[in-house]
């Protein structure tokens, strides 16, 4: 197996060498297929910056990886994604984005009208998913930086307005989506199965403070209101809760024990783990409608592939599965639970991905999951010296977004990490992307296509 990744790096290397590869002996270069341009749909991970406007690019960012070039650092720190670097190679101008914008708080610098740029054929953005507008980010989610998240479905409508309604034939087509239903429909699972957590708590704790007055249910009352109160109050704590819900126990006629540490510490600890178990309850009984929400959407990707991109003209379609994101930072800092969750999420939507496009000769489907998995089991042949943490420090004020679509070189992590695999918690570092195109570009070759 480490021979033969370190042959297929030597044959990608060579492949990629007028795209950013470090081969001094890039030898035979010949592109079988002359394309007239290449189009890329999908999310963050093809974005080459639709949202390099207003305080994000006053940040000196825009794409979601370390951006700018720092190769004076490091000759893997490029800036640059994956899908710039296989347009390289194809001898094409590097990639624009079609529209750029944000839709945030005004104040933070996040409003900028939206732009269409003509002749630029990156519609891929940050937070888009395959038919649904509202992505993470998006300002219905709550996000102060109102990403656009304009949907694949939207992107192909777009490309063929602004081209006469048809692909000429010759263009390279790029399909890269679907994390991002993932990580939106796992963030509401999250934040319902932590709401029915805490309510479980206060339910729970209410009622054992209230066990000891002399009437309970008067008690209980009363107890269950200081805590919805003080729930209410701005800054409100799981410890402030507590302590106005003990609080109010205490005066109730028979029940000053409970003022006691001793007394209502226990409660609460109960009531913490009853709201724990309602919390995972909840995540459970909810999980498989995860699973099939993600086979809804890889049936839907694959429906657009089919009916508005290959129909329309296209020739040359190469789509990327889903990314292993149940071994990346953002699923490693959740429970066994949600990552086995996510592995299911992942495998339904990615198997739906391919059965329903196997028999389209004019579709190359490319398995990013089976390497960016094999990556972080094995990382060496690859050249990865770290595959569990992200490169960019994220904290504020460093990184006011905590996200890569501001990390550069002034607020990366001390030390070497060029050859690190993750950026922030989700997306790749420019050495990371240069695998991921070297991937890409090995199944162009073996398709007849580069």
Sequence with gaps: MRHTKFALAAMTLAVLAGCGGTDPKPGDQTIKNKYSAQVSFGDSLSDVGSYAVGTVALLKGGKFTINGDNTAVASTLTGKNWTELVAAQFGLAAPCAAVTGLDGDASKGFSVPQAPHAGCYGYAQGGARVTNPVGPGNKLTGSPLGALTIPVVTQVANHLKAVGGKFKGDEMVFVMAGANDAILALSVLSDTATKTGNQAYVTSLVGQLAAGATTPQAAAGAIGLAAQTEAAKPGSTPESITAAAVGAAAIQPGNS????????????????????????????????????????????????????????????????????????????????????????????????????????????????????????????????????????????????????????????????????????????????????????????VVKGWL
């Design 257 to 444: 024990a409970v003022a006691s540490q001793a007394v209502w510490g226990p409660m609460a600890v109960k009531a913490k783990a009853d709201g724990a178990a309602a919390g995972a309850a909840y995540a459970a009984a909810h999980g498989p409608e995860l699973v099939v929400a993600m086979t809804t959407a890889a049936t839907e990707l694959v429906a657009l592939i089919k009916t508005q991109i290959i129909a329309n003209g296209a020739n040359y379609v190469t789509v990327n599965n889903i990314p292993d994101l149940g071994t990346t930072p953002f699923a490693l800092a959740t429970s066994s639970s949600t990552q086995a969750l996510i592995n299911t999420m992942i495998g339904a939507f990615n198997s739906t991905l391919s059965t329903g496009l196997a028999s389209e000769p004019k579709v190359l489907l490319v398995d990013v999951f089976s390497v960016s998995h094999d990556q972080t089991v094995n990382p060496g042949p690859y050249g990865l010296t770290n595959v569990t943490e992200n490169a960019c420090d994220l904290t504020s004020p460093k990184n006011p977004l905590g996200s890569s679509v501001v990390c550069n070189a002034g607020n990366v992590k001390a030390g070497d990490i060029s050859h690190w695999a993750f950026a922030d918690t989700l997306h790749p570092t420019p050495f990371n992307n240069l695998l991921l195109a070297r991937y890409v570009a090995e199944k162009l």
